[in-house]
């Protein structure tokens, strides 16, 4: 649909915090915004409504191009929840815009993982194999019910990943019997990340060789769950630093 400074607000801004609008900012005498527009029209048209294409002439919205600060055309940008997720500028090859609309809608893989049971995160991995949000989630799952085993399988792949070789180290940690590695365990099995971290950053500080590394390992794994700016990360990366060191 053509976009002018008159519906942009309605038509994009509004509609993208209902589902993604790509604007394409383009002109008549522009030759690779005519080569192009039939690229991304029939990569959007196969979403079949999942995402929705704008077109916006700025040669007829100037104010339009002043405001998304674009400086060089053919110019694309993705808006979700009225604000710009994603953009390209200049003619990109069919494959990245077809990566480039895949990061604005979710894939087959991602639904199965937002619902979450074991089954739907089973058939995630079968879609996509690689879908780390699927292993790690599968993987937790079967942590909580003490499917060690099948756990380390479906981790395995993705031990490249913080959070998961986290997760591969916290199983080579059951049985331990030092009391601040168990009472640590027992707060992770509970999702009471505080204790947890308190009990296994002390952990650290009392013993050393592999099993201290498969510690510090299970901590920053839990880091990278958390996030990097989570309160709980910037408290015990310190306490933990000062363990290590």
């Not at 993987?139 to 060690?148: F, P, Q, Y």
């Amino acid at each position: 649909m053509e976009v002018t400074e008159a519906t942009f607000n309605d038509e994009v801004i509004e509609r993208s915090r209902h589902v993604p609008v790509i604007v394409d900012y383009w002109a008549e005498w522009c030759g690779p915004c005519r080569q192009l527009a039939p690229i991304i029209e029939q990569a959007v048209a196969a979403r079949e409504g999942e995402v929705v294409l704008a077109k916006v002439n700025i040669d007829q919205n100037p104010r339009l191009a002043q405001a998304a600060q674009v400086s060089s055309i053919p110019a694309v940008k993705a808006f979700r929840d009225g604000a710009v997720v994603d953009e390209f500028v200049g003619l990109i090859p069919p494959p990245q815009i077809e990566a480039f609309i895949n990061r604005l809608v979710p894939s087959q893989a991602d639904r199965l993982v937002a619902i979450g049971d074991e089954a739907s995160l089973r058939e995630a991995l079968v879609h996509d194999a690689g879908h780390l949000a699927a292993r790690l989630e599968l993987g937790r799952l079967l942590i909580s019910e003490g499917r060690v085993e099948e756990a380390r399988d479906v981790l395995q792949p993705a031990s490249f990943d913080q959070a998961a070789e986290g997760m591969l180290a916290r199983l080579d940690l059951a049985g331990a019997e030092q009391p601040d590695i168990a009472a640590g365990l027992a707060a992770l099995d509970r999702e009471d990340f505080d204790v947890a971290l308190s009990h296994l950053t002390d952990a650290v500080a009392a013993t050393d060789g592999d099993l201290r590394d498969a510690i510090r390992m299970t901590v920053v794994g839990l880091f990278g769950q958390l996030g990097d700016q989570h309160p709980l990360t910037l408290k015990y990366r310190k306490r933990l630093a000062r363990a290590l060191y």
